[in-house]
């Protein structure tokens, strides 16, 4: 129901945007997670319906922004200046509304950044 494209390869300082379509119903909560090599999975960002709430991890603020398009029902990520510790495997997630829990995963897009 998740479909995430975007990822490749960047040199450090780069950008890159990844995208996620939803299909078949929409969503209360987008987030990107990212899993680095022997790494546990960490959320990256999330936003909710009207995009209105927005929640960044440290490591990305200033530098990634979370957006959605609820007419297209997808969910992007602009990464700019791109460090090499950001290199992992990224994936999009959902969850409805007033659930904890993210039950539904796009499969993971590769971004690595080179120094």
């Known amino acids: 129901q998740l479909q995430a494209s975007g990822g490749g390869l960047v040199q450090a300082g780069g950008s890159l945007g990844l995208s996620c379509a939803a299909s078949g119903r929409s969503f209360y909560t987008l987030a990107w997670f990212r899993q680095a090599p022997g790494k546990e999975r960490e959320i990256v960002a999330r936003i909710n319906w009207s995009g209105s709430s927005t929640y960044y991890t440290d490591s990305v603020k200033g530098r990634f922004t979370i957006s959605r398009d609820n007419a297209k029902n997808t969910v992007y990520l602009q990464m700019n200046n791109l460090k090499p510790e950001d290199t992992a495997v990224y994936y999009c997630?959902?969850?409805?509304?007033?659930?904890?829990?993210?039950?539904?995963w796009g499969q993971g897009t590769l971004v690595t950044v080179s120094s």
């Open positions: 997630a959902a969850r409805d509304h007033l659930t904890a829990q993210y039950h539904y």
